[in-house]
């Protein structure tokens, strides 16, 4: 453990005498307090950069700086940044955050073509883009600026970018979220502390990782990154850096759980262990349990648009095994398909309120209505609340599928496929089979290259054999809902059109058996 | 009130639908005098928001005024309103009720202090109205000064209108009749 950890930091102030303060602000008071602490941390095993606090303020302040002087209008203007693995851009997206402008977070992994039509999306909705890189800044002007302005330090999150035309929510919350009270943050509900050392594992384009690495930033936590996914390396940064406090996705999870067979000293620093964006397997979310004790795993279950969250701690999932938790500030209602509400115990459409009524969910009008006039929003899940408002949902349409008698989840091959680097997205779904009932079919959008072989060895030496997809197909569009979730009864008609001649298909037949 | 019956309902539906913030509307006036605007928003706009545009636009008596904002307006084959399917759903009706107790008048103005700009009834809930998790953390500690009650930020949060919560309140500060 690197000895800058065993110097005593000066208290920080009891919660209650904070005032709500900018991510600049507090990046300032943490380098004037602890300037030779360590900041940020990019962990990669060998070599392992650090910057202090001293360092990260100075260096994100230049980009901060740069970024305001460069931006004319600052309602119309859109920060675009890439979310890399590398301390400079790390650096910079904070930068780019501490400046307060709009901002777009773009994923360094995605096609050119992707990122080109969200910004393309941008000016034509009349966004000027101030372009933040390592070779300096550069705008874009829109020839016929919005009338409608942005505001201050909002961060556009863009979903459903393989459904074709970008989808872009505006948020206000993450880059405001370490200058809220205390309360007002579902970390309090999850052991999280100020000045905690802290693990983000995940690209910093989505939402999920953002918001606790901008909450952790506020808050003067010890940030660490990982310059890259691996288990063992995630294990690694856990004890080498006495991590309190982690965010992971199920996909990570079962990635270190495996990597990780009988001993679990190294994670005894870990105080919270949060996971989301993906349903959690049973038996994972158990091992978990086991491993960390049920006062220590957290789950949270939301959605990109903001429009409410659910928090379920260890504790409360054994006594409701499945359930995603009860609303945080958020405000559940099952219903049925003609809108009307149902009562406990009956499976419905979940509609969630944060009351954020009125206020502006995506950047296009034309992307729908956010919320009723009630300000209840759904995102297209299926599930039903108990007696005592705990949330539990339901298999998603076509989310079980059945070969050779075993039952197989989609979800835990996407969440695999979603973890290769050579897979920018992929569904799974069942087609008939006359032997097995049904076989499996991927279709995945590659992030380059198409090799179907690589990806079936991949799967092949992480899930059994019958979870293998006897077909993976390459596509360059997998069907989302309105709901920004996957159609997966189109998805199941593109899987079964044959097209048995196509380059881009790779057939196997190990997995017939 | 009778004055209220005089409404020229036709009227009324015209300038609603002449509003940017209306996609298509109807009003109707009951035999009692109530009268009923059915609203389909143009986008994403709280009821709230488009009761206090009806009561603006309508000049009647809060207590004769109920606003429905459905996806779209309900119409019979004759092309007439159908008043059954545009009140068939409680929850997408709303009133405006003033206070009618002291408790109720001072949450409302402790309310109109963290919600500025926007017209409360006491039949709506926070949520609603638009209090998020950081509004309603503020309420609590303004609800905390004035009622001298603790009372959870969640509480608030959960409570079903600014009516049930004043009852609350009241019952909890012990004498409900001093503060009516």
Known sequence: MPSCLNCRRPPMPAERDRTPASLDERTREHAARTPASPALVMYAGDHVPVRTWAELDRDSGTVASAVRAATRDPARTVAVVAAGDATDAVIRLIGVLRADVPVLITSARAPRAETAGVLDHLARLGYHRLHVGDAGTWAEYASLPSRVPLPAGSVLVSTGGSSGRPKVVVDRWISSVGSRPRQARPSALMRWRAGQRQLVMGSLHHAAPLTFFTEGLSDGNTLVLLQR??????ISAIADWSVNWAQATPYHLRAIASALPGQHAG???LAGLLHLAAPCPEPLKRHWLGVLGPDKVFEMYGATEGIGVTVA???EWLQRPGTVGRGFFTRIQIRSPAGRPLPAGETGDVYLCAGRAGRRTYLDPADGTGAGSDGFATVGDQGRLDESGYLYLAP?????????????????IESLLAGHPGVLDAVVVGVPDERLGEALVALVIPASGRDGRLLRHYLRTRLARHKVPRVIRFTDQIPYTEAGKVDRLRA????TVTRPHSRDQDTGSGTDG | MGEST???APELGRKLRANRLVRDAEVFVDDDGMITAVLAPQGPRPGPVLRQLVRELADAPDGQLRVAVLPAVPRSPDGTIDRT????????IYLFERPATAAESALLGLVQQVLPGVAASVTDSLPTLGADSLVTIELTALIEEAFGTAVLPHEIFAAGSIRELAATLADAAGDPDALT
């Open chain 1, 229 to 234: 996914f691996d288990p063992g390396m995630a």
């Open chain 1, 267 to 269: 994670l005894a620093s």
């Open chain 2, 85 to 92: 399917l545009a009140l068939g759903s409680p929850d997408d």
């Open chain 2, 6 to 8: 005089r409404l020229d």
């Open chain 1, 396 to 412: 998603r349409q076509l989310r079980r599928i059945q070969v050779g008698g075993e039952t197989v989840d989609p979800a835990e």
């Open chain 1, 492 to 495: 199941v008609q593109m899987a």
């Open chain 1, 313 to 315: 701690s260890g504790r």
